[in-house]
């Protein structure tokens, strides 16, 4: 698996202040002990997080956590990159809880504290936005599998639909005159794509609970598609037999479809997917620009999920 390598610090190495400032740069995964401990740089409003390491990682360098929660699109909060961080300081992401109903033998609500209890994996992974940036993220999270094996999906089940919280009076972007997108922001995957080891619930990111701007409390991260798939702060999963409708895709259809697997050879109406700039790296257009590989680089682990389906035609 080339794509990946284990964490390579032993675990004398590892202080709290060495965990994700280690000398190579980037977060190599907290030891022996499989924990990740913040103490004193725990920010207000943040909780630490405990997290074991993963095999699922990538060791490229890590995007800085003040890119990662500085820089970001969730339309709930405005249209503007910084808008999130800017205007999410209303949003109460506790208490929460998340409804999971639908085609399953046991429907239920699970509240943030159990969500907290799942054994977390802090999951390294490279991030693609459709609209051709991307970053390194060091996520805490839990496989999107092992909730659904709690409420046992029926065998009709075919899809998983995902619900963002609707709540205009804590986030800006939802309430008055002009409405970017049809609320809630709905997304959806196939029952194996939600199924797959990659496929994690997030709930932290750098060691804390996820700031309101990624998503807080709990959102989805599917590494091999762009960006839009990881709908934020979510209330209600549900499992169907039909496609579930997804916000960019009621948005555009011609633009944005129901796939949304990252493909270099599938160019944006508007611009190509041909390469992307690594937020931080600088130069947007300049000579930093990295070719984007198919499936953001898991191909290896996910191309067998679309063995025999057009990726041009399901875009
Ligand atoms: N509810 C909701 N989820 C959302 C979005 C949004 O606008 N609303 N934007 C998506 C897009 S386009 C991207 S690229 C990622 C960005 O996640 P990040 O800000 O944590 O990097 O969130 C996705 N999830
Ligand atoms: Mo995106």
Redesign the pocket.
């Known amino acids: 698996m080339p794509a990946y390598h284990p964490p390579r610090i032993a675990a004398g190495e590892i202080t709290p202040e060495s965990i994700f400032l280690n000398r190579r740069g980037f977060l190599a995964g907290a030891g022996a002990a499989g924990l990740l401990a913040f103490g004193s740089s725990v920010p207000a409003g943040a909780a630490a997080l405990k997290a074991s390491e993963s095999r699922f990682s990538t060791d490229e360098k890590l995007t800085s956590e003040d890119d990662v929660t500085a820089y970001n ?1 969730f339309y709930e909060f405005g249209l503007g990159k910084g808008d999130p961080k800017a205007k999410s300081g209303k949003f109460k992401p506790t208490p929460w809880t998340v409804k999971v109903d639908g085609m399953v033998s046991k429907p239920r609500e699970f509240g943030l504290e159990e969500l907290l209890a799942f054994p977390l994996e802090e999951r390294i992974y490279r991030m693609r ?3 051709a940036w991307s970053m390194v993220i060091p996520w805490a999270g839990f496989p999107l599998a092992a909730l659904l094996d709690k409420v046992e999906p029926l065998g009709s089940a075919k899809y998983v639909a995902f619900e963002t919280v609707v709540r205009p009076d804590e986030m800006p972007g939802q309430g008055g005159f002009f409405q970017s997108l049809a609320w809630p922001y709905v997304e959806g995957l196939r029952l194996d794509e939600a199924r797959h080891p990659l496929t994690i619930l997030a709930l932290g990111l750098y060691g804390k609970t996820l700031p309101n701007q990624n998503g807080a409390p709990v959102r989805l991260v599917v590494p091999w598609k ?3 798939k990881g709908i934020k702060s979510i209330v209600r999963i549900t499992l169907t037999d039909k496609q579930p409708p997804t916000t960019w895709n009621i948005a555009a259809p011609n633009e944005y479809g129901f796939y949304a697997n990252v493909n270099p050879a599938v160019d944006h109406p508007r611009w190509s997917q041909a390469s992307e700039t690594r937020i931080g790296e600088g130069g947007f257009f300049g000579a930093n620009r990295r070719p984007t590989l198919p499936f953001n680089g898991y191909e290896e682990e996910v191309a067998k999920l679309y063995a025999g389906l057009d990726l041009k035609a399901n875009f």
């Open positions: 699109n936005c459709v609209e762009y960006g839009f």
